[in-house]
């Protein structure tokens, strides 16, 4: 897995929505409120059957009202000894009906304490009550399934979502998406992208806003399937209408995963401007964009700033790519400057020898040979063929011919192919001839210059 997208796998499970679970205070269904057998209205339709509705009797009903009290005022220990109370008396609440509305009420006040066990057992007496009516049945079937999610009881609260879909006459979006964190988590990835695919399509269809959440677990299990297009244009929504940085550092990611560096410098740059890059990795990687851009000049101003303001340090690494970024600017004297910061935190002579290259293009020739000698000494180098060429070329410069054939000398010694040893040779050949020349023209009583290597 590359940089760029490590980040977005460490945050796979961050879809998850905060779940409200849909549960209701209850209320006491008496005698009084249902209909009385000689009031039973005509149908609406002939040959439609009806079904009498249940309802709690007198005892029970008085019973069960003493428990409001309790419940409004929010006193659930209370409420729940007198609803023990009630269960325990076989008088009190006979019916299968009856004791459907205890457990009720005992499954409302368990939640309220956040004691969702046994408000699950208490639910599940509900839904298995002889005497529960199929609509709040159906209802606690939601909620139960809502209770075992927070719980963190994914197959069971995914039977009871399941068979609440089955019976259900309208499944809205919400429920398709609880459906669809609950298969995830279940790994169940294909289900979970369809029923998301359908909640989304849902509200899209009605104009409406997904919710971030939802193009949150949508993200996730494209990024999972490898689809970095619909991955990236999922967060090009967010971007726009659910803004926050994350979410550009993570557009910014799926652009360099499939190589569209010009969006990912955009995406990145959005951030950076924002002051939202707050580590070295992130903005010494925006310097590296840069750089790969041919735009070396805004990479070491970044780099630059990054130090001035204490998020990068000044290590021998991050010091030479300053020094690389004001080479490539053409501005040798501040290349020059970072580069000898970065030797001497250096354990090669890697920065020594790049060094001895830039004060041979400066004309200090002096300062050349001294920093590929020290380049030499230290040793580690990458090419130390190429650092006794610039040795070479300096101690010519500086008139030191015997000793330029010898770091030619040792050019060609070093060197690992005959490409490399080309050069050195030539060197060779006119410093012998300049050398001698130079010789002549001393012997016969001419000024001429002398080594100065110092």
Sequence with gaps: MSRSTKFLAAVGAAFLMPLFVAVVAPQVVTSASAFAE?????????????????????????????????????????????????????????????????????????????????????????????????????????????????????????????????????????????????????????????????????????????????????????????????????????????????????????????????????????????NQLETESQVMSMAYMYLGAEVPYRAAKIIEKGMKDGIITRSAKNLEVLGTAWYQSKDLQKAVTALESASKKADTGNLQARLAGIYLDLGRDTEAYRAADRAAKKGGMKRPESNYLIMGNALINLHCYSDAIKAFGSSIKVATDEKSKRYPRQWIKYAEAEGDRLDKLRKVGAAVPSCKKG
């Design 38 to 274: 000689d009031e039973k209205p005509e149908p609406k339709y002939k040959n439609v059957q009806t079904r009498q509705r249940q309802s709690v009797g007198a005892t029970c009903g008085k019973a069960l009202e003493k428990v409001q009290p309790d419940l409004e005022a929010e006193n659930w220990k209370g409420s729940l000894v007198l609803l023990k109370e009630i269960e325990a008396n076989s008088k009190t609440c006979k019916s299968d009906y009856e004791q459907t509305q205890v457990w009720k009420f005992q499954a409302y006040v368990y939640y309220s304490l956040d004691d969702y066990n046994n408000a699950i057992r208490s639910y599940k007496k509900v839904v298995d009550g002889v005497g529960t009516p199929p609509e709040l049945k159906l209802d606690t079937r939601y909620t139960l399934a809502q209770l075992y999610t927070v719980q963190e009881d994914y197959r069971n609260a995914a039977l009871q979502l399941e068979a609440w879909m089955k019976e259900s006459t309208i499944v809205g979006a919400d429920a398709k998406m609880l459906l669809a964190q609950i298969y995830y988590q279940l790994d169940r990835k294909k289900e979970s992208l369809r029923f998301v695919e359908e909640a989304i399509a849902d509200v899209e269809s009605k104009d409406i806003l997904p919710k971030e959440g939802w193009w949150g677990l949508q993200r996730v299990l494209y990024y999972e399937k490898g689809n970095y297009p619909k991955v990236t244009s999922i967060l090009e929504k967010m971007v726009k209408h659910y803004p926050k940085w994350t979410y550009w550092r993570q557009l910014g990611g799926m652009y360099g995963e499939q190589e569209r560096e010009t969006d990912r410098l955009v995406a990145t740059e959005v951030v950076y401007l924002n």
